[in-house]
């Protein structure tokens, strides 16, 4: 049993320019394999609303749903260091609904930490949860749950004005106890130099490769999600064909009556006869 990482450990692997790579789960199995082919950090995303509900977008996403889904997934990974990522309107009203809520990831969910999205915004709110005993990593860049007060899912800190902008949302999130911050969709330049501009670990989506670590949506990496796949993705493998082909197989098999064979089904010693006489 490989031993649980904790917030200290992704520091000190910043320090020495060890990467963190980090994949969202969704339930227990996942999460399994995840955790068992090294994976430092597990991610609950409320990208859930859009890869696993069906949602347009992860706005519709609800804590009770987060918690359905963050159980499991520690369920299928007890060691894992496991983050909860906080649903659009559970924080954004302020630190005592942010408490509250992070606390039922921790309490109900076993989760270590939260995300949340934003930048100076939630700062005075992601000190309060710091100084509540609440691990927070946060999230800025493209911000899903607000990407249409952004333009859309489109890269941010593409001008001088924004990148500064960026640059002190990170610098605030480290100065109140973010343990790490994703970055999203920022150039390759900027986010190097928030990396080299905050003592906590920067987490990369679409950000480049100078990030102390990288995240992906581990359905994006599989080829497993084909509404659309954003260009910063690399598909590692094509699972989706592989699944539907198989799946043809079975609709084939089932249909011309060679599946189940014996291989793969049971038999007794019963005397048949003897239980139709007995109607
Ligand atoms: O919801 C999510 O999966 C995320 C990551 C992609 C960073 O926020």
């Known amino acids: ?131 509540a005993g609440i691990s927070v990593m946060g999230h800025i860049g493209l911000t899903p749950q607000t990407a249409m007060q952004l333009g859309g899912y489109k890269v941010q800190g593409r001008d001088t004005a924004s990148a500064r902008r960026l640059l002190r949302e990170a610098k605030g999130l480290a100065e109140a106890g973010a343990f790490s911050m994703v970055l999203e969709c920022v150039p390759s330049q900027l986010a190097e130099m928030i990396s080299g501009a905050v003592n906590v670990p920067t987490i990369g989506i679409g950000a480049g490769p100078h990030c102390d670590g990288q995240v992906l949506v581990v359905n994006d990496l599989l080829g497993m999600f084909e509404k659309f796949i954003p260009s910063f993705v690399k598909t590692y493998t094509n699972l989706a064909p592989i699944m539907k082909e198989s799946i043809a197989q079975y609709n084939r098999e089932v249909r011309e009556g060679s599946f189940p064979d014996a291989a793969h089904s049971f038999s007794a010693q019963i005397d048949l006869q003897a239980i139709m006489k007995d109607q």
């Open 1 to 131: 049993m490989k031993k649980r990482k904790n917030i200290q450990d992704f520091i000190a692997m910043k320090k020495a320019g060890e990467k963190i790579t980090v994949l969202t789960a969704y339930d227990a199995s996942m999460a399994r394999m995840l955790h068992a082919s090294d994976v430092d950090i597990l991610l609950v995303g409320d990208s859930l609303g859009m890869v696993v509900l069906g949602y347009d977008s992860t706005v519709p996403v609800t804590m009770d749903m987060m918690i359905h889904h963050s159980s499991a997934v520690r369920r299928g990974a007890p060691e894992a260091f496991v983050v909860g990522d906080m649903p659009f309107g559970s924080y954004q009203s302020g630190p005592r609904d942010a408490i509250i809520n992070a606390g039922r990831f921790l309490k109900e969910a076993a989760c270590d930490a939260v995300k949340l999205e934003g930048g100076l915004e939630v700062c005075e709110t992601v000190r309060a949860m710091v100084a």
